[in-house]
Structure formats: C-alpha cells, structure tokens
C-alpha cells in the first residue's frame, strides 16, 4: 500500500489496509491491537511508523518520490534480505543440485505440500 505523507486518516489507513481504529486501538475482525498514544497526531492522522511497528508490517520511504510503501502483515517474519537460503536438492538422477549454480537467471519454483 502507497501513502503519500508519514501520517494517514484512520478513514484512509482502513480502506489500504482492512484495520479499523477503534478507541481500543487498531482492530481487524476479532483482533485489537493497542496503540499507543504517539499513534495519533492531536488532528486524528495516525502514524505509519508507529502503526507498522505495532502490526508488524514493513514501512519504507522513499525519500526521492516522497511515498511510503506499507507491506502486509508479517506476523513478525519479515524477510531481512533478498538472499535465497542455501537451497540443494537432488536432480532427476539423484546427485545432489544446489540451487546457487543458476544466480543471475529467472528460476520458477514450485513446492506441494500434501498437508
């Protein structure tokens, strides 16, 4: 989600985002999240710094376009970097394929899972 300022209405955070705020703080179906006090601005906008950190969504600004991008919830498992893990598996012959060896091309992975 793309915001145009560091601080948002409660009305326009809501529609981005799907998280209403409440007098108990930011809630989401069943689910509130306490927010602190520096979470409003004394006009009402709220805080994407401090709305990010409580809802554990990534906030990035970029300072040339002036636009803060908001990413989904995370529940706390943000990627840290754009580096793959170290990824080997065995090939149609059974010897062992790491990953790495194709670093530079576009690569489609696809995982089932009967669970």
């Known amino acids: ?3 145009s300022a560091p601080l948002v209405s409660p009305e326009a955070f809501e529609r981005a985002t ?7 703080g930011a809630c989401r179906d069943e689910r509130c999240v306490p927010l602190p006090p520096p979470a409003r601005t004394p006009d009402g906008q709220l805080s994407l710094a401090v709305l ?7 906030l990035i600004h970029d300072g ?4 803060w991008a908001l990413g989904p919830e995370a529940g706390g ?3 840290t970097s754009v580096q793959l893990s170290t990824i ?3 090939d149609l ?19 089932w899972a009967s669970w």
């Open 1 to 3: 989600m793309l915001f």
């Open 18 to 24: 799907g998280w209403e705020i409440k007098p108990e």
């Open 52 to 58: 990010a950190e409580r809802l554990g969504m990534p």
């Open 64 to 67: 040339t376009h002036h636009l």
């Open 77 to 79: 498992r943000a990627l």
């Open 88 to 90: 080997e598996l065995p």
């Open 93 to 111: 012959t059974g010897q062992p394929f790491d990953l790495a060896s194709l670093r530079g091309q576009k690569v489609l992975l696809v995982a």
